[in-house]
């Protein structure tokens, strides 16, 4: 009989609705698993056992008073985790940092109220990089985030915590937030599914601003029906948001996209990244040829391309990344309690004008306007989503020089963040394994606004090349 986290999330829905399993037990067999094995995995910056009860004791008595199961809000009962980035109102929010470990936060993100009102059970805040800086999920607040395919490599970040919950069974699907890869580089590391949205599907209120839109939150999940599932629950839009997408026509739904045929694509691929000095390990590769091969066995046309985003783009995306910890109320004499990578962050930023702010995000635009086109002409885009297999924990910080960090996160992640600053939607479908068990992702990039026809081509690649049978040794 398999056990409660061998289900899918809609598996456990459906399971809960039809009264053959009860949202308490569901909760309680979850926080065992937190209990028993993240000390070693590293998921959780904080576990809300209390309010997960309270959460799950209510569901079950919504679902037994209900005369119309289907009439209930549609994850009610479900299981999951938040990321210590987004406001939990009245839970303690660290943002990842030493600064901010008794912080609580006051109100609910606009995806939280969401998902609140979808009908979830909490189980926690899963563990970030401060401020989400980095693409590794190492901080002063909790234990590093380990992929469980191998307890010595990182989850992967900036969702690292959400991504090693999800693949170790600690929770069947979780909230994450991509602002330069932070969904898809963790799920690639996992071996999970996870989707970026299209810039402005999903609101940042009521707080952090989207003045260039680069962040989004995003699904992450074993199988692309639940990513696509939650994506339908997370969509919000608020007004002041400067960036909006419309929602799927009425009446369909990005888990009914999922359930369709894509049709017969024509899919772009290149492996160049924008970073000097970037080298792609030969397992990436071969899985990106593996799975190129796979789209043409499924009836796709594939055409080599170069890329469309030129070196000089890194310059001016760094000169925007530097502002982010300035986003963050930090006080001058809160600063030397920062990771130094943050710290060095903070410096470069604060020495920017604004003309020379306003100058990067102008050259960002321009690099959009230049690319889109070409990107745009085809139904997806087929590029490995990291340079290489899981990172060994300590491996970006081991000389303890900040720059040499970031240099080493720029070659390690150099593929996905072009897409954040594009804004279109994208992908890591966890296709491919190497001959030592660890997960290789591969991303695939749509046009602006279509999450369905990615949706759907992972589906595809789902049935063709199963992977949610595959469980780490953990499990």
Same mark, same amino acid.
């Given at each position: 009989?398999?056990?409660?986290?061998?289900?899918?999330?809609?598996? $456990?829905?459906?399971?809960?609705?039809?009264?053959? $399993?009860?949202?308490?037990?569901?909760?309680?067999?979850?926080?065992?698993?937190?209990? %028993?094995?993240?000390? *070693?995995?590293?998921?959780?910056?904080? =576990?809300?056992?209390?309010?997960?009860?309270?959460?799950?004791?209510?569901?079950? @008595?919504?679902?037994?008073?209900?005369?119309?199961?289907?009439?209930?809000?549609?994850?009610?009962?479900?299981?999951?985790?938040?990321?210590?980035?987004?406001?939990?109102?009245?839970?303690? #929010?660290?943002?990842?940092?030493?600064?901010?470990?008794?912080?609580?936060?006051?109100?609910?993100?606009?995806?939280?109220?969401?998902?609140?009102?979808?009908?979830?059970?909490?189980?926690?805040?899963?563990?970030?990089?401060?401020?989400?800086?980095?693409?590794?999920?190492?901080?002063? =607040?909790?234990?590093?985030?380990? !992929?469980?395919?191998?307890?010595? @490599?990182?989850?992967?970040?900036?969702?690292?915590?959400?991504?090693?919950?999800?693949?170790?069974?600690?929770?069947?699907?979780?909230?994450?937030?991509?602002?330069?890869?932070?969904?898809?580089?963790?799920?690639?590391?996992?071996?999970?599914?996870?989707?970026?949205?299209? @810039?402005? *599907?999903?609101?940042?209120?009521?707080?952090?601003?989207?003045?260039?839109?680069?962040?989004?939150?995003?699904?992450?999940?074993?199988?692309?029906?639940?990513? /696509?599932?939650?994506?339908?629950?997370?969509?919000?839009?608020?007004?002041?948001?400067?960036?909006?997408?419309?929602?799927?026509?009425?009446?369909?739904?990005?888990?009914?996209?999922?359930?369709?045929?894509?049709?017969? #694509?024509?899919?772009? @691929?290149?492996?160049?990244?924008?970073?000097?000095?970037?080298? =792609?390990?030969?397992?990436?590769?071969?899985?990106?040829?593996?799975?190129?091969?796979?789209? =043409?066995?499924?009836?796709?046309?594939?055409?080599?391309?170069?890329?469309?985003?030129?070196?000089?783009?890194?310059?001016?995306?760094?000169?925007?990344?530097?502002?982010?910890?300035?986003?963050?109320?930090?006080?001058?004499?809160?600063?030397?309690?920062?990771?130094?990578?943050?710290?060095?962050?903070?410096?470069?930023?604060?020495?920017?004008?604004?003309?020379?702010?306003? /100058?990067?995000?102008?050259?960002?635009?321009?690099?959009?306007?230049?690319?889109?086109?070409?990107?745009?002409?085809?139904?997806?885009? #087929?590029?490995?989503?990291?340079?290489?297999?899981?990172?060994?924990?300590?491996?970006?910080?081991?000389?303890?020089?900040?720059?040499?960090?970031?240099? %080493?996160?720029? *070659?390690?992640?150099?593929?996905?963040?072009?897409?954040?600053?594009? +804004?279109?939607?994208?992908?890591?479908?966890? !296709?491919?394994?190497?001959?030592?068990?660890?997960?290789?992702?591969?991303?695939?990039?749509?046009?602006? +606004?279509?999450?369905?026809?990615?949706?759907?081509?992972?589906?595809? $690649?789902?049935?063709? *090349?199963?992977?949610?049978?595959?469980?780490?040794?953990?499990?």
């Amino acid at each position: 009989m398999p056990q409660i986290h061998d289900l899918t999330a809609i598996e $456990l829905s459906a399971a809960m609705r039809a009264g053959e $399993l009860s949202p308490v037990d569901v909760t309680e067999h979850y926080l065992e698993r937190i209990d %028993r094995l993240d000390a *070693r995995l590293g998921a959780f910056v904080t =576990v809300t056992p209390d309010l997960a009860r309270e959460q799950a004791a209510e569901a079950e @008595r919504r679902l037994r008073a209900a005369a119309d199961p289907a009439a209930l809000p549609p994850l009610l009962g479900l299981p999951v985790p938040i990321k210590d980035l987004d406001m939990l109102a009245g839970v303690r #929010l660290t943002w990842g940092s030493k600064v901010f470990t008794d912080f609580v936060a006051p109100v609910d993100d606009a995806v939280v109220a969401r998902l609140r009102a979808a009908g979830i059970v909490v189980l926690g805040k899963t563990n970030t990089p401060e401020f989400g800086l980095s693409c590794h999920t190492e901080n002063g =607040v909790a234990p590093p985030a380990r !992929t469980p395919w191998d307890l010595g @490599r990182s989850a992967g970040g900036s969702s690292g915590g959400a991504a090693a919950a999800v693949a170790a069974g600690l929770a069947p699907i979780a909230q994450g937030s991509d602002g330069g890869g932070s969904v898809r580089i963790p799920c690639s590391a996992c071996g999970l599914f996870g989707i970026k949205p299209t @810039r402005g *599907r999903i609101s940042k209120a009521p707080v952090a601003p989207d003045l260039i839109g680069l962040g989004t939150a995003g699904p992450l999940a074993r199988t692309v029906r639940d990513a /696509a599932w939650l994506l339908d629950a997370m969509l919000v839009q608020r007004p002041g948001d400067l960036y909006t997408a419309p929602p799927p026509p009425p009446g369909e739904t990005f888990l009914g996209y999922a359930e369709r045929e894509p049709g017969r #694509l024509r899919i772009a @691929r290149f492996a160049t990244t924008t970073v000097p000095g970037s080298e =792609v390990h030969p397992d990436v590769m071969a899985a990106y040829e593996e799975t190129s091969k796979l789209l =043409v066995e499924l009836g796709h046309e594939v055409t080599d391309i170069d890329s469309p985003f030129p070196a000089d783009l890194i310059p001016q995306f760094e000169k925007v990344w530097a502002t982010m910890p300035s986003l963050y109320p930090v006080t001058d004499d809160q600063v030397d309690r920062l990771e130094p990578l943050t710290r060095w962050l903070l410096e470069r930023g604060r020495r920017l004008s604004a003309a020379e702010y306003v /100058a990067a995000t102008a050259a960002l635009q321009n690099a959009v306007r230049a690319a889109l086109p070409l990107l745009e002409s085809y139904d997806a885009v #087929l590029n490995p989503t990291i340079a290489q297999p899981p990172a060994p924990i300590g491996h970006f910080t081991e000389t303890g020089d900040p720059a040499e960090e970031f240099d %080493r996160i720029k *070659r390690f992640a150099g593929y996905p963040a072009p897409y954040n600053v594009t +804004g279109q939607p994208a992908v890591s479908v966890p !296709t491919e394994w190497t001959a030592d068990g660890l997960p290789i992702g591969m991303m695939l990039a749509g046009r602006t +606004g279509d999450e369905k026809t990615l949706i759907s081509l992972s589906a595809q $690649l789902e049935a063709a *090349r199963p992977w949610a049978h595959r469980t780490p040794p953990m499990w």
